[in-house]
């Protein structure tokens, strides 16, 4: 059974930095395109970050860019989500995301359906 489990979360002032964490169990991931996404409250979950298989490529949506970076570890099977200069905007349950591919039609998308639980990220202003 594939999990995805993520931590870090937590509540943070305007301009203060998080960092999130996903362990993955159950699956190689050295093959995956891995990425996070977000849900705010009455929204629907967005794409934030994704990064190649090798660790070389990574992509951002355009209202992260300059502020988050990500990276993985294939050995641990774990990815990361640095977040700076976080805004209020930036709140959300943050969701881990495996075997990730785009299409311009569809966006990102995860093929297997692997996502973790979330975590959530609280920024007061």
């Known amino acids: 059974q594939v999990q995805l489990a993520e931590s870090g979360g937590g509540l943070q002032q305007a301009g203060d930095s998080l960092r999130l964490s996903c362990a993955v169990s159950?699956?190689?991931?050295?093959?995956?395109?891995m990425g996070w996404f977000r849900q705010a409250p009455g929204k629907e979950r967005e794409f934030v970050a994704a990064i190649s298989w090798d660790g070389t490529i990574p992509y951002f949506a355009d209202s992260v860019k300059g502020r988050f970076t990500i990276s993985r570890d294939n050995a641990k099977s774990t990815v990361s989500l640095q977040m700076t200069s976080l805004k209020p905007e930036d709140t959300a349950v943050y969701y881990c995301?495996?075997?990730?591919?785009?299409?311009?039609?569809?966006?990102?998308?995860?093929?297997?359906?692997?996502w973790g639980q979330g975590t959530q990220v609280t920024v007061s202003s």
């Open positions: 995301a495996a075997a990730l591919t785009y299409s311009p039609h569809t966006g990102w998308t995860t093929r297997g359906g692997y």
């Open positions: 159950g699956r190689s991931i050295s093959s995956d395109t």
